[in-house]
Structure formats: structure tokens, C-alpha cells
């Protein structure tokens, strides 16, 4: 075919169009040739396989936005050529030509890297109890979050790196060099901070996803590890986003670090009269009809005493600290009602002795009361 009469022929015909429309509606059109093509690619290869490779749908359905973008491209390098366009509009669509070609390899390797991972983690579903799957996925969404950000810096700069106005801030990403890099580096010192304690976090695991955690004393779960931030469900649904170098450098508790299982403790305050063995042996028999005790821990002390009344504390385990939390607080409902009902004498009351004044005026009433008075008196 003899492109150079093909291309006379439409001078002729479309003579008193500008070449720079038809240079643009030349590129517009391949653009649109091309998201045709893949909208009737991924339908024919849907109605063909869809039902027997399921997994082939998933794939074209995670890989639509790269891939029409490289179709386009695509196109657009194979018309731009032939578009009679001067070097005013020629110069920028190649430049952006090129930044749209660096954009798409770095939006390949983020979905490289994205779909790898959730590959990955198909193996570990279940996250609640199984202290292995949590191992893995806490380091797969880790180190998934640094090689994004990875991907998107060195991305970046490659592109600002084609524009000679601003080339030198996209080195500046690549080594601190001069006063632009210093810069730089300093505003991004949080971040890399960030980054690099995300790295540590995921090699130690100091927390990992769901593990129940207590920080600036709010209690909650590990929901999420991004790449520079902590998200933690808190226990009436709040959220909480800590920076990720806080669990590097302040303490903070773990209450599922090696294992979910919690002992709980429940402490009341009764009388002195109060039947201690019998309370004891009341307690091991309620803890072993709940639903809530794992079976490990049941147990009851006096801890302490003053003037007043006497402080018993049970024990009492759990699989994970929301049933702990559950089953102390069934427990202290029913060793209250048990004291109420069964043993009123434990109950806490306060004692006086009262001695009746007596008849003479310099009588101050410091005679002692019989003995049968101070026992009516206690009683009361």
C-alpha cells in the first residue's frame, strides 16, 4: 500500500479540515478502536471460558484498567506517525505518549504485586484463631503496602524525569542531592520512617491483624496494617489510627501475642462472716456451666483486708478476650446474686457500738454495754 498516495488522496478530499484536527480526531479514533477491541476480546473470551476457567474472569476483571490502557497506547503509537501534526502538537502527545507509558509498568506492577498476594492469602481465610494465617497476612499486607509505595515513588520520578523543567526533583526522589533533595528528604522523613518501621513490624510482628491490643488506654482489635499507618476497631466501634513507628518506640500491651486465651479477674468486696470455701465451691460450679470458660483457670482468693471487709478475687479463663470480658462480667452478676440470696451475712455492712447515756448530768456514757446489747447492736 502506497501510504504517501493514500495520504495525498485525503488531502484532497478533507483539504479545508486543519491537519491538527485530523491529526487528533486521527489518535481520538484509534483510542476508541481500541477499548472496542478489548470490550469484544474480554466478551468472546467471557462467553467462551467463563464457565470453565472461573479464574480467567477474575484475572481480566482485575487486569481491565492496564490492560485497555496498554491497547491504547498501543494504538496511539501506531497512528501517531501517520498524523499530520506539526511539532507544536507533536512534541507534547509523544512526551505524554512517554509518561503514559511509564504510568502503565508501574500499574502492571502494582496489580503484579497486588494479585500475587491475594494469591497468596487465599490459604489463610481464617484469621480469628489461626495464629499462623495471621502471621502471614499481617507480613503479606505489609510488605504488599511498601512495594506499592515503592512502585508509585520510583514511578514518579521516572516520569518527572522526562520533563527537563522539573527533572531534577524527580532525582532528587532517588538520592538527596543539592538543597532540593535535602528538602525532600526532610518532608519525607515521616514517611520513610513510616515505611521502615512497617518493615520491621512485619519481619518481629510485634501486632498482627486482629491481635487484641491495649494503647493510650482504649481497648481494641488490629483491623488493618497499612503502609505508613495502624487502624485498631476499638470496642464500641470507633476507629483509632496510630502511626505505624508508635509500636516501634512506645510500649503498649498485646493481649493475643502468642496466645488468645485470657485469664480474667473478677474482685468483691463482702464481710468478714462471709464462708469463703463455700463461696469457692459455688464458683467452680458456675464457671463449669458457662459456655464462656475454656476450661484452664477457675479459682478463688482472699487477696486483701481492711477494717471494713474482706477482698476476694476469682479467676477465671477464656478463649480470647471478648468472651474473657463476658465471662467476668456473667460471673460477678451471679456471685452477687449468690451473696444476696444464699449468704446475706457476707454482704458489707458497717459496725457501732452504742452505749446509752446515762442519768446524772456528768455521766459521758463511756460505760461499756452488756455483752447480750453489743450483739444486738453488731446485728443491726
Not at 538520592?175 to 528528604?185: F, H, L, N, P, T
Not at 483457670?297 to 478475687?313: F, K, P, W
Not at 479463663?317 to 452477687?336: G, T
Request: glycine share 4%.
Amino acid at each position: 500500500m502506497d501510504w504517501q498516495a493514500l495520504t495525498a488522496d485525503i488531502d484532497g478530499m478533507f483539504g479545508w479540515i486543519p491537519s491538527w484536527f485530523i491529526g487528533l480526531t486521527l489518535v481520538a479514533g484509534a483510542i476508541l478502536l481500541a477499548l472496542l477491541a478489548y470490550r469484544v476480546a474480554t466478551w468472546l473470551l467471557n462467553r467462551a471460558f467463563g464457565t470453565r476457567l472461573p479464574l480467567l474472569s477474575v484475572f481480566i476483571e482485575r487486569t481491565a484498567g492496564p490492560a485497555q490502557m496498554a491497547l491504547c497506547l498501543a494504538a496511539v503509537a501506531m497512528v501517531l506517525p501517520l498524523a499530520p501534526l506539526d511539532d507544536t502538537i507533536r512534541t507534547p502527545l509523544t512526551r505524554l505518549f512517554v509518561v503514559a507509558f511509564i504510568a502503565l509498568i508501574g500499574w502492571i506492577s502494582i496489580r503484579i504485586v497486588d494479585m500475587s498476594a491475594a494469591r497468596y492469602l487465599q490459604n489463610f481465610r481464617d484469621v480469628t484463631e489461626n495464629f499462623v494465617a495471621r502471621k502471614h497476612v499481617t507480613q503479606v499486607r505489609v510488605f504488599k503496602r511498601v512495594t506499592d509505595t515503592i512502585i508509585v515513588i520510583i514511578t514518579v520520578s521516572a516520569a518527572l524525569m522526562t520533563f527537563d523543567s522539573v527533572k531534577q526533583y524527580g532525582v532528587s526522589l532517588f538520592a538527596s542531592a543539592g538543597a532540593a533533595g535535602i528538602i525532600v528528604g526532610l518532608a519525607a522523613r515521616p514517611l520513610l520512617s513510616n515505611l521502615i518501621a512497617g518493615l520491621q513490624i512485619a519481619i518481629t510482628q510485634p501486632i498482627r491483624i486482629e491481635d487484641a491490643v491495649i494503647i493510650e488506654n482504649e481497648w481494641g482489635w488490629i483491623e488493618d496494617i497499612a503502609s505508613t499507618y495502624v487502624v485498631i476497631r476499638l470496642w464500641d466501634w470507633r476507629r483509632m489510627v496510630v502511626p505505624l513507628s508508635y509500636f516501634i518506640e512506645k510500649p503498649f500491651q498485646n493481649w493475643t501475642r502468642d496466645t488468645a486465651s485470657l485469664i480474667g479477674v473478677v474482685a468483691l468486696h463482702v464481710d468478714y462472716r462471709a464462708d469463703v470455701p463455700r463461696i469457692r465451691r459455688w464458683l467452680e460450679e458456675a464457671v463449669k456451666q458457662s459456655k464462656l470458660w475454656d476450661g484452664e483457670v477457675v479459682n478463688l482468693q482472699v487477696i486483701d483486708a481492711d477494717s471494713r471487709t474482706i477482698e476476694l478475687r476469682a479467676l477465671v479463663s477464656a478463649r480470647n478476650a471478648p468472651q474473657s470480658w463476658d465471662l467476668r462480667c456473667e460471673i460477678r452478676e451471679k456471685l452477687i446474686a449468690f451473696i444476696r440470696d444464699e449468704m446475706p451475712e457476707a454482704l458489707p455492712r458497717d459496725r457501732a457500738i452504742l452505749i446509752p447515756s446515762g442519768d446524772g448530768e456528768g455521766d459521758l456514757g463511756l460505760r461499756p454495754a452488756p455483752p447480750e446489747r453489743m450483739r444486738a447492736s453488731a446485728s443491726h
